[in-house]
Nanobody, 111 residues
Framework: VQVVESGGGLVQPGGSLRLSCAAS????????MRWYRQAPGKERELVAS????????YYADSVKDRITISRDNVKNTVYLQMNSLKPEDTAVYYC?????WGQGTQVTVSS
């Protein structure tokens, strides 16, 4: 089981990024997938989750209306589209599926 995140980077406040998480080693379409983030000095927090079919999603209040989670069950990939980014969104973003965690991708929001 493996998940690999990509797509992080440096973006100005108000900008957008799309994170990707490629999964392998399990039946992707059966697996709920989650994005977490961890900012320096803070605990890891759940940002968003999506059911196996994509029909059910959850968002943390801090990101609701700015972030969209989606998945492509043909490509075995889950995405996190982040818009209207704020400096407080700066964190390492992690993908999790079937108990497997990626290495994380850094998102830095700064002018």
């Amino acid at each position: 089981v493996q998940v690999v995140e990509s797509g992080g980077g440096l973006v100005q406040p108000g900008g957008s990024l799309r994170l990707s998480c490629a999964a392998s080693g399990f039946t992707f379409s059966d697996a709920p997938m989650r994005w977490y983030r961890q900012a320096p000095g803070k605990e890891r927090e759940l940002v968003a989750s999506i059911s196996g079919t994509g029909g059910s999603t959850y968002y943390a209040d801090s990101v609701k209306d700015r972030i969209t989670i989606s998945r492509d069950n043909v490509k075995n990939t889950v995405y996190l589209q982040m818009n209207s980014l704020k400096p407080e969104d700066t964190a390492v973003y992690y993908c999790e599926g079937r108990g497997s965690w990626g290495q994380g991708t850094q998102v830095t929001v700064s002018s």
